[in-house]
T-cell receptor
């Protein structure tokens, strides 16, 4: 099956710093999504991307759908303590049904 | 905001027993999914369900697993004879179309003893 490589695996930053994480795949996706998961909860949708090259923002979050359809990045600007959590990228290929393929996750720790 | 709800939040079961995990998807959604997440690992797809039938399943979803939409609101995952390696968080998700984002519940933690 398709594999997503997400990096970095973990990040330890100071409050106010900007953060960047990315996902790459050996094959294309039609949709890229970014989710955040906090302890004891399910993944919460942050941003959905549908077109190659698309750049979308949600508050301090910005994500882009790579031109090749094989990668995506998520940036968080001016991080705050409540940004702590695990961030997952997920790809969806409509031709193979609607399943989401998830990355391994980026554990973000923000020090006040 | 509408949300996906799952019950129970935690299920402890003896190995070999049957377990049913329950989900109430968002009311106007037509596509339903189950995923699992073993502790410390990524989320893995199990099965998708549309129009009262399975539309896709992964290699994890073997003969021990089944899904059902018994009425207009519930969506269930049954594991017939649980194994130790079935211990995981199980997430239900739904979307209004197959190409639209999936929204997840908070999961059921399944512990097999």
């Amino acid at each position: 099956g398709q594999q997503l490589n997400q990096s970095p695996q973990s990040m330890f930053i100071q409050e106010g710093e900007d953060v960047s994480m990315n996902c790459t795949s050996s094959s294309i996706f039609n949709t890229w999504l970014w989710y955040k998961q906090e302890p004891g909860e399910g993944p919460v949708l942050l941003i959905a991307l549908y077109k190659a090259g698309e750049l979308t923002s949600n508050g301090r979050l910005t994500a882009q759908f790579g031109i090749t359809r094989k990668d995506s990045f998520l940036n968080i600007s001016a991080s705050i303590p409540s940004d702590v959590g695990i961030y997952f990228c997920a790809g969806q290929l409509w031709a193979s049904g609607s399943r989401l393929t998830f990355g391994e996750g980026t554990q973000l720790t923000v020090n006040p | 905001e509408p949300e996906v709800t799952q019950t129970p939040s935690h299920q402890v079961t003896q190995m070999g027993q049957e377990v049913i995990l329950r989900c109430v998807p968002i009311s106007n959604h037509l596509y339903f999914y189950w995923y699992r997440q073993i502790l410390g690992q990524k989320v893995e797809f199990l099965v998708s369900f549309y129009n009262n039938e399975i539309s896709e399943k992964s290699e994890i979803f073997d003969d021990q697993f089944s899904v059902e939409r018994p009425d207009g609101s519930n969506f269930t995952l049954k594991i017939r004879s649980t194994k130790l390696e079935d211990s995981a968080m199980y997430f239900c998700a739904s979307s209004d179309r197959g190409s639209q984002p999936q929204h997840f519940g908070d999961g059921t933690r399944l512990s097999i003893l």
